[in-house]
């Protein structure tokens, strides 16, 4: 599991207190555990979150980024690697933003996932910009003009997904924006609301694929607070490392062990929520 001696030794390095969440998705179900390890360190001065994550659930997330900021004064992320998603999402409500060279953000743009079970002839999910430049596709493509386009692209969606289904998805881009812009005025009070406006409507809609890998480079020309710090970055990666070795059913020997899909550390101990085939849900471990 994580060393403690690691997250001690940043700790002194920034005199700060550190936190740990690292979670294959970052959930709500995660509030109670978050909640009784802050409560253990109480509220500080300085809290250095080192994230590690491939995403999760918007509402959980902001009520995670609200959780932390209750108890610290000054919030800082540490990201050594995978931040993706809801990660780069929880990220915007830092004050700063350190991140290591290997770093990887990504879009914010939600997705909606089939109800269905896949056939192998549809895909398991779809990204809003999937249904949002469907109409430019079909302009593009089968050069049909701008009123063609529209009515062709609003039949075959609606003959596809269920209309409300369809509004529940463009109402969930419009939260999304909602707690982005929520999330990153805790970053950028400073800024006129346009350009967070526009900051998160670039992380939704700016990029051709989700997965794509946002560098710490390209979220600087964003206008985000990251910055680099070449003495953490052995330190960080080292839990990075460790969390990697721990995280996932990947760490599995076999497919009748358990996993940990959470961990939640401090200096003082690691928390795990642990998986198994077998149960019916996870339950948390401390593991010293």
């Known amino acids: 599991m994580l060393n403690l001696d690691t997250i001690r030794a940043l700790e002194s390095q920034r005199d700060s207190k550190v936190l740990v969440l690292a979670a294959s998705q970052l959930d709500i179900e995660l509030m109670p555990a978050l909640y009784n390890c802050l409560r253990q360190l109480g509220h500080v001065e300085r809290l250095d979150v080192v994230l590690y994550s491939r995403g999760g659930i918007v509402n959980g997330v902001r009520r995670i980024a609200l959780l932390l900021r209750e108890f610290c004064h000054t919030l800082t992320f540490i990201v050594p690697h995978y931040c993706e998603s809801s990660a780069t999402l929880l990220c915007l409500s830092g004050h700063e933003i350190i991140a290591g060279p290997l770093a990887v953000f990504s879009p914010i743009d939600p997705a909606l996932h089939s109800a269905e079970p ?113 003495r953490l970055e052995v330190r960080a990666w080292e839990l990075a490392e460790q969390i990697r070795a721990n995280l996932g059913p990947g760490a599995c020997q076999s497919l009748d062990d358990g996993w940990f899909d959470a961990i939640i550390a401090t200096a003082h101990d690691v928390n795990g929520r642990w998986c198994h085939p077998e149960r019916p849900s996870p339950c948390w471990k401390i593991v010293r």
Request: with cysteine.
């Open 118 to 230: 896949n056939n192998g002839n549809t895909p398991s999910s779809l990204s809003s910009q999937d249904v949002r430049l469907f109409s430019q596709m079909m302009k593009e493509w089968f050069e049909l003009d701008d009123d063609e386009a529209r009515a062709q692209s609003a039949s075959h969606l609606c003959s596809s997904i269920f209309p409300t289904t369809l509004t529940s998805f463009y109402r969930s881009t419009l939260e999304l924006q909602q707690i982005g812009e929520q999330l990153l005025a805790f970053q950028l009070p400073e800024q006129e609301p346009g350009l967070r406006t526009k900051i998160v409507a670039q992380l939704q809609y700016g990029y051709h694929s989700h997965t794509y890998a946002i560098t710490r480079e390209e979220m600087t020309q964003l206008g985000l607070k990251i910055r680099q710090d070449p």
